[in-house]
C-alpha cells in the first residue's frame, strides 16, 4: 500500500495538534499558554535578555514578545532588570516563580509525550525519533 505525502502530512498534523493541546490543557493551570511556556524557557536558558533578544531567539516580533512576555512580568513569572550595559533598557530575567513554573510545564510535557509515544515500543519510538530528526534537518 503506498503512503500518499499528503496522507503523512495531515497524520502528522493531527499528532501535533493532539500534543499541543494536551500540553496546553495540562499547562493552562500554572498561568501560561505554550507561547508564554516557550518564552520563559528561552529567558530561563537564554537570560537575562532583552526583548528583543528574546524576540530573535523565538524567532518572532518584538511586539509578539512585548505580549508573550506581559503577562510573565505582570504574573511574577520574570523580572525586570535594568541592562547594566544601558541604563535606558531593560532585560528579562526569571524569577523564583518563573522556575517554579518551568518544573510544572517539563512535568505536563513529560507525561503528555510518555502517554503518546508509551503506546510505541521502544524500537517504534527510536525510528520515530530518527525519522524526525531527519525532516527536522535544513536542507543544504
Known amino acids: ?22 500540553t496546553q490543557r495540562r499547562i493552562a493551570p500554572l498561568g501560561v499558554n505554550l507561547h508564554q511556556s516557550r518564552a ?12 528583543s ?3 530573535g531567539q523565538l524567532g518572532i516580533t518584538p511586539r509578539s514578545a512585548t505580549d508573550s512576555v506581559a503577562p510573565l512580568l505582570a504574573s511574577g513569572l520574570v523580572q525586570r532588570r535594568t541592562d547594566p550595559g544601558d541604563g535606558r533598557a531593560y532585560l528579562l530575567a526569571i524569577a523564583p516563580a518563573g522556575e517554579e513554573a518551568l518544573a510544572g510545564i517539563g512535568r505536563a510535557r513529560a507525561e503528555v509525550g510518555a502517554e503518546l509515544f508509551g503506546r510505541l515500543s521502544p524500537g517504534e519510538r527510536e525510528a520515530l525519533a530518527t525519522l524526525l530528526d531527519r525532516l527536522g534537518e535544513e536542507r543544504p
Open 53 to 55: 533578544e528574546l524576540a
Open 40 to 51: 520563559l524557557r528561552t529567558i530561563a536558558e537564554q537570560g537575562p535578555l532583552r526583548p
Open 1 to 22: 500500500m503506498e503512503v500518499f505525502p499528503e496522507a503523512l502530512a495531515e497524520s502528522f498534523l493531527r499528532v501535533s495538534r493532539r500534543l499541543r493541546g494536551e
